[in-house]
């Protein structure tokens, strides 16, 4: 079955550092990738997406570009700040084409804490 | 603009007792979705209602289920509780049986805050 793989975490970064947060993924056929992210005490919050092979998904300065010859969709952000403290999820949807009937393959989670 | 809304927030069960957990879409959403975390896990489906039926389901026992109603309102119940069962439970709701999520805005899967659940 689908699944996705995030780095081990948790990871803690001085602001302004650059972050990287590792996802790989297996699936059939051709996945939509996206990410999330989760601050404490609320719900999950659509970051950005990607829905075929090079595209590039970008929001808030966080980048990741969908790889599929490596099957990798790795989060990056050149210049971290506190606010980013949060949970990263790394996630797939099994339909093509950015539809997922609301079914996503999550991954672990990555615990990321930015110090003064 | 409400968004997801679930209801309780907390609650603690013993082993073998049933829980009902509840959650109100976001406004202009009919679809949802239930997920359990478990701690330090990532989300796993659990299953999805649309037009007051299941329409997808994730690999959970039968001693899950849900009910949707008219007014695209959802439970999820859970009968038999194991101390496993202990995650937070997260409703997500979007608009129509395909969902394609976008940044602005429309038919993004917008999650709940969960609800917190302890098996003693």
């Known amino acids: 079955g689908d699944s996705v793989t995030q780095m081990e975490g948790p990871v803690t970064l001085s602001e302004e550092a650059f972050l990287t947060i590792n996802c790989t993924y297996t699936?059939?056929?051709?996945?939509?990738l996206f990410w999330y992210v989760q601050y404490p005490g609320e719900g999950l919050q659509l970051l950005l997406k990607?829905?075929?092979?090079?595209d590039k998904g970008s929001n808030k300065g966080f980048e990741a570009t969908y790889r599929k010859e490596t099957t990798s969709f790795h989060l990056e952000k050149g210049s971290v700040q506190v606010s980013d403290s949060a949970v990263y999820f790394c996630a797939l949807s099994d339909i093509a084409g950015g539809t997922s009937y609301g079914k996503l393959t999550f991954g672990q989670g990555t615990i990321l804490t930015v110090h003064p | 603009d409400a968004g997801v809304t679930q209801s309780p927030t907390h609650l603690i069960k013993t082993r073998g007792q049933q829980v009902t957990l509840r959650c109100s879409p976001k406004s202009g959403h009919d679809t949802v979705s239930w997920y359990q975390q478990a701690l330090g896990q990532g989300p796993q489906f659990i299953f999805q209602?649309?037009?007051?039926?299941?329409?997808q389901r994730g690999n959970f026992p039968d001693r899950f289920s849900g009910h949707q109603f008219p007014n695209y309102s959802s439970e999820l119940n859970v009968n038999a509780l194991l101390l496993g069962d202990s995650a937070l439970y997260l409703c997500a709701s979007s608009f129509g049986l395909a969902v394609r999520p976008t940044l602005s805005g429309a038919n993004v899967l917008t999650f709940g805050a969960g609800s917190r659940l302890t098996v003693l």
């Open positions: 990607a829905t075929k092979a090079d």
């Open positions: 699936a059939t056929g051709y996945p939509s």
């Open positions: 209602y649309y037009e007051e039926e299941e329409r």
